[in-house]
Structure formats: structure tokens, C-alpha cells
């Protein structure tokens, strides 16, 4: 069983560098044609409000990520790794909603592979974001991860809920990423549209601690 962990209290929020670009190598590529909405910039403490990102973009651009060495990893008492929350407090995708949830999330023609970020965009974030957290291993053995993921209302690019995720205990280094993060999200978006729990409940449990989520929600 993971442990909870005593949650920090309101934690500092980053310098304004997500928004200035501060240390950080990354820029902006291409312009959609209407203005788009922008990037979250309030982090949350544990357990407050988590922030409301963009929404999907068309077309996506490359998110500046917080300087180098700014970001520290969590773990749960087993060792399972959990973001830092001044770095990475989630952020959510504002067209998904209670009242959408039948044309967004749980729709059987599959929502979130057309709101999925491109590599291209992707594979820079999440160079950048190791450097961010100061993960030197192989990014082969570690899952550029949606906090909040898409199946569950999260933001498909606001760097405020993406973050590379290490391996959890156990991993053979070179086989690639080992996430259970992914089947408890797959247990809680299954809960959601089968309304057995409402959608920011589950929101708020996998952005607090996802080691805890479905206990939290009863559904263990």
C-alpha cells in the first residue's frame, strides 16, 4: 500500500519565469490564426484549486519550462514519485466539464487523441522539464506525464501539468517507462463517466497524490 505523504503547506510559487521564459532555452513556434488562450499561472498549495490551463491549441507551440534545478521530486513512503507542487500543480483542459463529459472524456470515439500534443512539441518540453527537475537518467526510462491526464480533464500542454515522471521502484533501467500512475487514471476515468464520482473529485485526488487517489474516493 503507498503511504500519504504529509502534503507541504501553501508552497512558494515559481518566479515569473514560466510566463518570461526565464533560464530556459525553449520558444514559441507558429501562431494560431485566433489569439490563443494562455498558460496557467498560479500554483496551487496542496490540496487548493488547481489551475485552469488553455485549453487544446491549434496549433500547439513548444511551453518554456521552469529554470534548471528549480523543481524537486516527492516520494511516497514506498518510493513512488510525486511532482514537485510549486513546479507542477496540474492544470485543467476548460472544455471538459461535468456537463460536457458526454462529448469530451467519455465519448467511445476517443477524446483525447485529437487534443494530444505532436512529439515535436513534446520531446523539447520534456528535455527542458528534466533539466527543470534535475533528472539525469535516461529519458527513455522516464514518461513525459499529464498530472491531470487528458482522460480526466487535464490541460494537453499548459507546462503547469506535465512533468517527467522517473521510473517507479523495481524498474530494469533501458526497458522504458513503468508507470501504475496510468492504470489508476484508467480506474478513474472509468469511475467518472460511469458516475460513480464527479470529475473535478477525481481531478483533485490524482493532482493531490495519484498513489492515493482511488482510496480517497472510495473506490478501493
Partial sequence: MAHRLVERGVLAAVAL???AGAGCS???TGSPSAPARTASTAPKAAGGAIPMGPGPQHPYTVQNQPPAGS?????TGDGQPLPDFSCTPGALNP???QATLATTICRPSGYTRGIR???EITGTEKRANAASYGFTDSLHDAEYDHLVSLELGGDPNDPHNLWVEPPSPGHAPGSGPNNPKDAVENHLH???CARKVTLSAAQQAIATDWTTAESSLGLT
Avoid at 523543481?71 to 516520494?75: F, K, P
Fill in 71 to 75: 523543481c524537486h521530486y516527492r516520494h
Fill in 95 to 97: 472544455d471538459v466539464t
Fill in 26 to 28: 525553449n520558444t514559441a
Fill in 17 to 19: 519565469s514560466f510566463a
Fill in 117 to 119: 500534443p505532436p512529439a
Fill in 190 to 192: 472509468t469511475a467518472i
